[in-house]
């Protein structure tokens, strides 16, 4: 399998993951596993079971191996070793496992093209697991770990979803009892969910790895989320004090979708490239407004890094 996080979500004009631009440096590459440790495991960890990391149930934590045969292989690279150790998620962890899922039906041109479906794929999940995206810890990163092209072709499309906090080891589950938010609450994560899901696909422009067909398919599949999510805001029930933000949110994605309609409608990767970035700064433009929205509906309101969820 592969991490998604190096290929997908890259959103460099936003200040964002930029993996692909780790890719091309070298740093990582198929048929090898990334593999970054910020430091030795407490005993705890030391004296936890090993299991293979595509055979943990979710909400399963876990941290990595130090041991350097610890499932290196040549099919996958992923942010963890295949082999790691379960722990308690009260222990401190670098990891929880979130879904087991598949590809979607089809074929695929890129590993590019298989990282974005599965980035795009796992939502649902992360979703389901923790619906306030907006809540993960800093430094936590939600990702998808799936199979290289030539994994593909031999039938694997297997898929796991799984929060890595290597930066910002955890003690406690991302899970979260979705009967503890209110209607309100559930209904503005409800109408967000189409666009964070297509922004979670997102791609990084300067790249050179990513085509202009890549960008054009990119714009199609994050106009439609914004369509579902402006008409759904559109609707959305907020305190008082709050209309004019959401207002302010709505107008800042109702430019969003007219330049990503442009941007899926252009031909070739010059003509893409100035709605997609007017697109992109539109969206941008609105997390603020969605963080005051936020606040008045007692959700979690710290923009996160690395991403234009709202």
Known sequence: ??????????????????CLAVLAAGAVGIGGLLYVNGGQPKAASERAPRAQLSTLTPGRCFDPLQDPDAGRGDTEFSPFPSQVRVVRCTDRHTGEMVAHISLPDGTFGSDLAISEAANVACQPSFAAFAPDRWAAPKGVRAVAIFPTMQSVAHGDRSVGCLYD???????????????????????????????????????????????GDDLVGWSRRMADGEQRTVAALEQ????????????????????????WQSAAAATGTDAVKGPLAAALAADLAGQPHAAAVRRALGLATAVPADSGAI
């Open 1 to 18: 399998m592969t991490d998604a996080s190096v290929f997908g979500s890259g959103r460099a004009g936003r200040g964002g993951w930029g």
């Open 165 to 211: 906090a290597r930066s910002a080891p955890a003690t406690a589950s991302l899970h979260t009892d979705p009967s503890g938010f209110t209607p309100e609450q559930r209904a503005y994560l409800a109408a967000v969910e189409p666009f964070d899901d297509a922004d979670a696909g997102s791609l990084d422009p300067g790249s050179g790895l990513v085509s």
């Open 236 to 259: 959305a029930s907020v305190p008082e004090a709050a209309r004019p933000e959401l207002a302010a949110l709505l107008d800042r994605h109702r430019a969003a979708l007219t330049a």
